[in-house]
């Protein structure tokens, strides 16, 4: 990202190709006096071009083809603007010494700052044919090519300009530049630290700009979000800097409290939309909302405005604006997303009745959108209205049969009916199509044991299916595995419990994490009476899930059955502490309902575009 343009390159090329009296000259033929020459340059640098001009042409009528005094014509007439002059003195000045850099640099940012790019590529190169190591044609032609974005073709010649004068600005910024474009920024990060910001605020803007780039290419926010602050109050405020300091800012906050400073004045109606939107993404809506609303204010039919709007107001705690807002945008133009949000500001405040009619109005106006239905169903399951939440995530299921969350919806309406054997069957054709869905697993683990075994002879064959499917899916090989151990408990078949513990052993080495395997395999462990292993398994299960109440029970048996009476006791006193909140299943049945319809939310992205009214 290069916030300013050209404008730091045509400065710089100038200034050092600054005119200095040419010593080859060897004051030959008709050449002034030296005095002219100094005399012209001191009021060139006093500011004073048109005299310094009056000077010039004065000298060259006794001696026109003193290549100094066409060089210095050149830069004159170039700083008054008269360009076509200024080119036809510095192709003089090449005819007059065609092996000398200097007309060649001088025409080539000439023809740079003309935007005349491919031509003053070609003079930079014909300055290095003459002299391969001019640092003003390396820079300059490493700068042109870093504009036209070829970045890797353009670090040969920086690098080159850089190791001739290593502490030069113009070289260090360009280089540092092309490096971090081409994902180098560590190296850029060294170039830059070589170099001091100069006293001309507007390239100092440019020196901390560049470097905040580097350090958030870097992964490092807080120096990213200082450095963008330096840039942003040196250069006049631009919007594009403001824009990266409050995203910098927003992502270190929560490291150095930083604040962000007000935003420059005279926003427009997009300006202030994406510093909501930036605001909003952040979680920082209370600071969205403003910008939202004078986004509002200039454009009053802004509908991604008012969406987004609405939006920051309810996740800001402020129920009653969003729901007034977006009703009143619903006069307007009736979208299925804004009956969505609307709905979910009534479920918020307890409206539940006219949250469900809003979110099957969202369903109605846009019946291809999966979200609408999951939150439909959703509604009606949080609220423990089974049969309906049944009736719509059916539909869902046929209308998106590859959504795994719509066959849990309906799994866990039947488990709450207890309807087991159909709850475990659609919790299958959720494994079925993602085993590693944290839904569909944890739905499936809530199945009490006497399911597994009532419906084994149909459960089996398809348990089987998904572990061979899914080699690799720890969940897939813990759902078989457990399945296998439960059954061999309760049809005391003991020769199935190398199966089940095989599958559970490849469970926990296929993810080391899963607390749910680890914590079946020790109870397997245990019912094989091995101790040592059931016990370390415990408190790896433990450790992942310190509120398992199950964990805590087991390993206390576990304790009294090695004769570890006190261990046994703490441990039974910690499931006693854990159980009390554990002991109905309506209970667990909620808790899982609950669980699973806030992992997931209702859909509420932020808009960018306006939409037409349908």
Known sequence: ?????????????????????????????????????DKAFALLQQGESVEALAEIDTALSASPDDPSLNNLRGLVTAKLNRNAEAEASFRKVIRLRPQAAMGYNNLAALLWQLERSDEAVQSFRQALIHEPVNFAALVGIGTILSAQQKYAEALAYLENAWSIHSGDFQAGYELARALQETKRPAQAQRVLGRLS??????????????????AEQLGDRSSASRDYRRAYELSGQPFEIYLALVRTTLAARDKNGAQIPPAPPGLSAEQNFTLGALFASGGDYSEAISYFQNTLRLEPANYAAAYNLALAYKQAGSQQAAS?????????????????????????????????????????????NEQYYFDLGAEYLVHLTFEPAIEVFRIGTHKFPKSARQ????????????????????????????????????????????VL????EKIQPRLKLIAERF???AQALFCYGAA?????????????????????????????KLAAAHLELATLYAQRNLNKQAVASFLEAI?????????????????????????ANQELDLYGQLSRHHREQLAQTRSAIRQFVLAHGASEPVVTEKKPPL
């Not at 075994?453 to 084994?456: F, H, I, K, P, S």
């Open 1 to 37: 990202m290069n916030f300013f343009g050209r404008a730091i390159v045509t400065i710089v090329i100038v200034l050092t190709t600054a005119p200095v009296p040419c010593a080859q000259s060897g004051r030959q033929g008709n050449k002034a006096p030296p005095s002219a020459y």
């Open 471 to 473: 080699p690799g899916s």
């Open 543 to 567: 450790r992942l899930d310190p509120d398992s109440e199950t964990a805590h029970y087991r390993l206390a048996q576990t304790y009294r059955n090695q004769n570890q009476l006190e261990r």
């Open 484 to 512: 296998v151990f439960r059954r061999s408990v309760v049809s005391e078949q003991e020769e199935n419990f190398q199966l089940a513990q095989a599958l559970l052993e490849r469970a926990v080495h296929s993810d080391p």
């Open 407 to 450: 066959y849990v919806g309906i799994g866990l309406a039947q488990f709450a009916l207890r309807r087991y054997g159909d709850a475990a069957d659609a919790f299958l054709n959720a494994l079925e199509m993602n085993p590693s869905s944290p839904d569909a697993f944890l739905a499936w683990n809530a199945l009490p044991a006497f």
């Open 324 to 368: 007034e807002l977006i009703e009143q945008t619903l006069g307007r133009q009736p979208t299925a997303e804004l009956y969505s949000l609307l709905a979910s500001v009534q479920e918020e405040t307890g409206r539940y009745v006219e949250a469900a009619r809003n979110y099957q109005r969202a369903v109605d106006l846009d019946p291809g």
């Open 453 to 456: 075994t009532a419906e084994w």
């Open 197 to 214: 910001p100069p006293h001309d605020r507007t390239i100092a803007a440019k020196f901390y700009a560049l470097q905040a780039e580097i």
